[in-house]
């Protein structure tokens, strides 16, 4: 049942475009980027435990990386796009390797400052950044077609759930939850916590770095308020809303909240820009008293409970 309500739901999804405008299928595209990127946030954060607050930052890296090799460098669109996610995963490898020997809040303090330092160099060096011109992203000819680029968005964002879910149900994804609950236990058991949380942080670089591509395409033109760190907390709203250490959480958090601004701008309720931060919030607030694992926590707790209730067998013949 379950993977047919999964084949249902992706064939939904392949349905869109042709039942939506033109914008309701850019803001789409945009937020199934986002999801990746949100993606990336709960590897580090949800699984491994260490709170990265520098996403904004590899987010940009990714996506000015991106930018500069298509438009600058004359690179393919093949050829960028996996370049770039490796740029951001290799100055991710240089940021760990220092931060990662720092534990909790530290981890965090470090990370932002490391995402205020990115977003100072990106506003100040203008022939890095384009400076007002910004940095054009040309888009190959198969990509010019909005519907094109969504079902590309679309496609890697299903293959990074499939490459989440085979980490987290494999040896990997055991190791760095057991740091998640208690990084002395796992060092005294044998475990190499560090090695293992610096190829986590790498591995989600990689996929923000991923992210911030895709943006850059849809976008057609970025600035250096991509590396904002702004962005770090939205990833972590999103993620905290969506559900914390699921896999549809991330997912179900920034798809919702993405289009849940753009309807409330689109219906004429002004300010919604301004304020962004108070929404936030104020759903998060409802979400931590109400859902404190996010609403795909919930909705996984409601369904245990039912099931432990009403039996295996009943739950599956009444969902069915």
């Given at each position: 049942m379950k993977a047919a309500g999964l084949i249902a739901l992706l064939g939904v999804a392949a349905a869109l475009p042709w039942m939506l405008g033109k914008y309701q299928v850019r803001i789409l595209t945009l937020a199934m980027a986002w999801s990746i990127a949100t993606l990336s946030l709960n590897l580090i954060l949800g699984y491994t435990g260490q709170a990265s607050l520098a996403h904004g930052a590899f987010l940009g890296i990714g996506a000015y990386s991106f930018g500069i090799?298509?438009?600058?460098?004359?690179?393919?669109?093949?050829?960028?796009?996996?370049?770039?996610?490796?740029?951001?995963?290799?100055?991710?490898?240089?940021?760990?390797?220092?931060?990662?020997?720092?534990?909790?809040?530290?981890?965090?303090?470090?990370?932002?400052?490391?995402?205020?330092?990115?977003?100072?160099?990106?506003?100040?060096?203008?022939?890095?950044?384009?400076?007002?011109?910004?940095?054009?992203?040309?888009?190959?000819?198969?990509?010019?077609?909005?519907?094109?680029?969504?079902?590309?968005?679309?496609a890697f964002l299903v293959l990074t759930l499939v490459v989440m879910r085979l980490v987290v149900k494999s040896l990997l994804g055991v190791t760095l939850m057991s740091i998640r609950s208690n990084e002395e236990l796992a060092e005294a058991v044998g475990v190499n916590t560090f090695r293992n949380k610096l190829l986590a942080f790498v591995v989600s670089c990689f996929i923000v770095g991923l992210a911030g591509a895709l943006l850059a395409l849809e976008n057609g033109q970025l600035d250096f308020t991509i590396t904002n760190y702004l962005y770090s907390f939205y990833l972590l709203i999103y993620l905290l809303i969506g559900g914390i250490a699921t896999l549809s959480g991330p997912v179900v958090g920034t798809?919702?909240?993405?289009?849940?601004?753009?309807?409330?701008?689109?219906?004429?309720?002004?300010?919604?820009?301004?304020?962004?931060?108070?929404?936030?919030?104020?759903?998060?607030?409802?979400?931590?008293?109400?859902?404190?694992?996010?609403?795909?926590?919930?909705?996984?707790?409601?369904?245990?409970?039912?099931?432990?209730?009403?039996?295996?067998?009943?739950?599956?013949?009444?969902?069915?």
């Open positions: 090799m298509v438009q600058r460098v004359g690179l393919n669109f093949w050829v960028s796009l996996p370049l770039s996610c490796m740029i951001t995963a290799l100055l991710g490898l240089l940021v760990g390797l220092p931060s990662l020997r720092t534990r909790g809040p530290y981890f965090a303090i470090v990370t932002l400052c490391f995402n205020v330092i990115v977003l100072k160099v990106f506003e100040n060096w203008t022939w890095l950044s384009g400076g007002i011109q910004g940095q054009v992203v040309p888009r190959p000819a198969f990509l010019a077609q909005r519907w094109a680029r969504y079902y590309l968005v679309l798809v919702g909240l993405y289009l849940l601004l753009d309807y409330m701008k689109n219906i004429g309720i002004k300010g919604v820009e301004e304020f962004r931060y108070f929404l936030f919030g104020l759903i998060l607030a409802l979400v931590i008293i109400f859902f404190p694992m996010g609403i795909m926590g919930g909705v996984k707790r409601a369904w245990e409970w039912a099931r432990d209730r009403f039996g295996k067998g009943d739950v599956e013949e009444a969902a069915g």
